[in-house]
């Protein structure tokens, strides 16, 4: 939201956002994800465990726009700073609620974290092997897609001000959050003889490693051949390649091959990643890329986040921003997906702990 143009107050408890101690620390001492997720933001330091604290939260309040809260379930209202309670003095206030497993049932007041809730929603089994133990996701998609699903909410909210004049409450999970994102992928398999297909399988796939290269891995994906007369392109790609297991088959290339047997044997080499690789080995990830970007082949090599970083797509999307502190040095941000035609909101630095405590009725 700060980078959309929003003024956003970051309320601390006295110690401060347990995440500025996050390892690894960048040049300014607070913890990396600290840094990124909390940039253009301003920052208050409130006990609201004390009155005093409470009523300057309250006080701050009365003239916002949005309030966000992740205390869990009943919290807020305990300490007076519920929805009901604050939209006396605003009534255009809204008000998100995000909580791990949602306001009522069995889990409303169990603690959440990322590997909680991802153990949960049972996503933990969309990666590694049908026959293995479950693995977490790497990304913390709990987290961050909840924020995602809690700024879309947001704006609906905010749309509906404007035209109701209303503010509101909104509640998000996490639970509900992973099981929305992974509702498209379940659909297609819980009816099978319904609706199933090769697009619909990603979460009960085996894994995909990608295939070396002399350099490094790519990402390969060898066009299907069809019955059709469909077979031409896979050939030459093989060809291409040299692939002498396929070449040089006389089922397959020889003058009196039978086509629905070439097929059927191009089908299979077609699914055998070891034979790709065996002569994918043999060349420069460039080399194979210039080699099977053909024939509706899609060949792309798997970046490091240096190489995806300073991707020329990656620049061209303007997705890296350099802030220079004159106290801490260089810090990288990344930036929105998204780009608007407003003017493109300054880049600055997180805040220091309690920084506008002095300014924050004020909003100077």
Known sequence: MALSGAEVIKVEPPGGDYSRGFAPRGPSGDGAAFTQLNHNKKSVVLDIETEEGR???QELLQDADVFIEDWGTGKAESLGLGYAHLERSNQRLIFCAITPFGEKGPLKDMPGSELVVQAVSSVSRSLGSMDAPPVRIGADIANLNTALMAYQAIIAALLHRERADQGQRIAVSQL????????ALWMAYANPDDWVGFYCDNDI??????????????????????????????????????????TEDPLITGPNADPAIRHKLLANARMNPSLWEKYFLTMSSEEVIRKTSRGGTITVPINSLADVLSHPQTQTLDMVDNLTQSEAGTDKFLGLPWKGSWPKVELKAPPVLNQHRHKSTTRS
């Open 55 to 57: 009523n300057s939260l």
């Open 176 to 183: 509900g959050t992973l099981l929305s994102i992974w509702g």
């Open 205 to 246: 796939s085996p894994r995909s490693y990608g295939l070396r290269t002399r350099s490094k891995e790519v990402h390969f994906g060898a066009p299907a051949p069809t019955r059709e007369g469909g077979d031409e392109d896979i050939l030459a790609l093989f060809m291409e390649l040299g692939v002498k297991e396929v």
